[in-house]
């Protein structure tokens, strides 16, 4: 399926989920980057109500409202209260979660099923060469790699909320 589809089919799922109704979820860079794929899907699903709040020319919040089921859920950017980059804020809270590393550059279409040697160290930013040298290189699985980076992501942003709303 096309990104916008699965956007759709993610949005879908949460809001005919009763059990999430009033849920508010968190997004790193929500509004320079997320929303725009956020906002894109939910203008084709019918029955549903997109409400972004926008400050200094950002989305700092997405109000998503499904007609039909009743379910309102909210995406707020967690940068608006924690400036800074993932690995940054990881890093001064302490985290468990360490920030991933991913080949960015790697990542195009022709490339989505990749399997085999891993990508050169070029692909990566800013990696030291001790650690691309601890990557295996036989079998490196793109799709498994970026699920592993993306997931050290959402738990390392749990962490760091969860914390931060201890503190406050």
């Known amino acids: 399926e096309t990104s916008l589809e699965l956007v759709k089919r993610f949005i879908l799922n949460i809001l005919e989920n009763s059990e999430l109704n009033g849920y508010t979820f968190y997004a790193h860079n929500l509004g320079r980057f ?3 794929f956020l906002i894109k899907s939910c203008i084709f699903i019918e029955n549903i109500e997109i409400k972004p ?3 200094d020319n950002k989305i700092i919040s997405i109000s998503i409202y499904n007609k039909i089921t009743k ?3 909210k995406l ?10 993932l690995y940054e804020i990881f890093k001064s809270f302490n985290c468990n979660v360490n920030k991933g590393i991913f080949p960015h550059n790697f990542v ?6 990749y ?13 030291p060469k001790s650690y691309y ?3 295996e290189n036989k079998n490196w699985n793109l799709k498994e790699e970026c699920l592993k980076y993306l997931e050290k992501d959402v738990l390392g942003l749990l962490e760091v909320m969860t914390k931060f709303s201890e503190k406050i």
Do not use: H, T
């Not at 707020?76 to 980059?85: C, F, T, V």
């Not at 195009?108 to 099923?113: A, G, M, P």
């Open 53 to 55: 709040k926008w400050k």
């Open 76 to 85: 707020l950017d967690s940068m608006q209260m924690i400036n800074g980059s």
């Open 34 to 36: 997320d929303a725009v």
């Open 115 to 127: 399997i085999g040697n891993k990508p050169d160290i070029k692909y990566f930013n800013n990696i």
């Open 71 to 73: 379910c309102r859920i």
């Open 108 to 113: 195009n279409e022709e490339r989505l099923f």
């Open 133 to 135: 040298d601890k990557i």
